[in-house]
């Protein structure tokens, strides 16, 4: 294994395999199994031998993660990374990832996640209701019933207050979001919705129906990173870590300044701080959206549009967010219509990837106004309840 010596230039570094699992409906399986479907096809997909890959990074599964999924996968990695960050996680370790390969640390660093959300539900291993305890900080919240949901709905509601931000215009994302998936033979919802569907849909937590919220489904993601130097030996075209940022803004409600200001705030402006680019020459964006007000306040927050005015540029009548609209937005029917199974992160990731490269069917593929591939994207990441975030500017090669 070839490492950078100390004081010398730091690498470049690319995403050179991405793939999933089996997702939406997979019974009779085991989240490893997911994380190693996932893994294995990330490798064939770079073209790299498996001997590579000496770093390793996994969150979610099992008491020691990521000793655990690195055994069963048979990797012994001499760098890793646990970070657990909800959703924004896979972001956050892109980032940490791309950081130990650049100054030489590792020379290949998988990711891997894998979850039987639904399938354990169904199967009565677990239950609907996520709970993150009562101990620390919590214990001041969940005595009044303050569940991850409420959280998001009710700075959703404050946004509509400041701004007056409308429920047809939340629905315009979810109404979005499905019309991509619409185009995506493997996104596990794809049936067209209209704003009044969304509208009409039993109440979960005011002001969000069901079809404002994610999707639970099975599934798994990998991504895999490289040093400079081994690209030449992939068979994919590609795709470089241009700037990354991580930010963490709070874990009790009462500390959160400003429920209209999401982390991706500070996030989004390392990332592309870092890049060297400014929103206005990203060509789509994939952003986690377990709830629709997600997508809304992080496309302020990454300074897509003025804060405040995310109700207007999300409208349904505008298209925007389509594939094929002005700034194509969670392409593959994202969290709300493809696929959500627990932290959806390294999705956002794998879809970037496949856009950059122009992988996809000609229904699918990004395309800039002149028809040539997309050059420019940005996966932004949200944990917890806005808690977290973590944004990734990528580039094609």
Partial sequence: MTHAAPGHRRRKVAVVGVSLSDCGRVDGTTPYALHAQAARRAVADS??????????????????APAEVAEYLGLRPTWVDSTSVGGSTWEVMAAHAADAIAAGHANAVLLV??????????????????????????????PYGHTLIAKYAMAARRHMHTYGTTLEQLASVAVQARANAARNPEAMFRDPVTVDDVLSGPMIADPFTK????????????????????????????????????????????????????????SGGLAFERAGVRPAEIDFAEIYDAFTYMTLVTLEDLGFC??????????????????????????????????????????????????????????????????????????SGTGGWFCSSGTVVLGRG
């Avoid at 870590?241 to 803004?249: A, F, I, K, N, R």
């Fill in 47 to 64: 073209g790299l031998d498996r001997s590579v890959v000496d770093g390793f990074a996994s969150a979610g599964l099992g008491t020691l």
């Fill in 113 to 142: 996640y894998g979850s039987t959300a639904r399938a354990d539900i169904r199967a009565g291993r677990r239950t609907g209701d996520l709970s993150f305890g009562a101990r620390g900080p919590l214990q001041f919240e969940v």
């Fill in 211 to 266: 079809l404002h919220c994610c999707i639970r489904s099975d599934g798994g993601a990998a991504v895999l990173l490289a040093a400079e130097e081994y690209v030449r030996d992939c068979r994919t075209t590609p795709v470089w870590v241009l700037g990354t940022g991580e930010h963490v803004s709070h874990t009790t409600m009462s500390e959160w300044a400003d429920f209209t200001v999401s982390p991706a705030a500070v």
């Fill in 306 to 379: 003025a804060k405040g005015e995310g109700g207007a540029f999300v409208d349904a009548a505008k298209g925007r967010l389509l594939v094929g609209g002005e700034l194509p937005v969670n392409t593959d029917g994202g969290g709300l219509s493809a696929q959500h199974p627990g932290m959806r992160g390294l999705f956002l990731l794998v879809e970037a990837v496949r856009q950059l490269r122009g992988d996809l069917p000609v229904e699918r593929q990004v395309r800039r106004p002149d028809g040539t591939l997309p050059e420019l994207a940005v996966a």
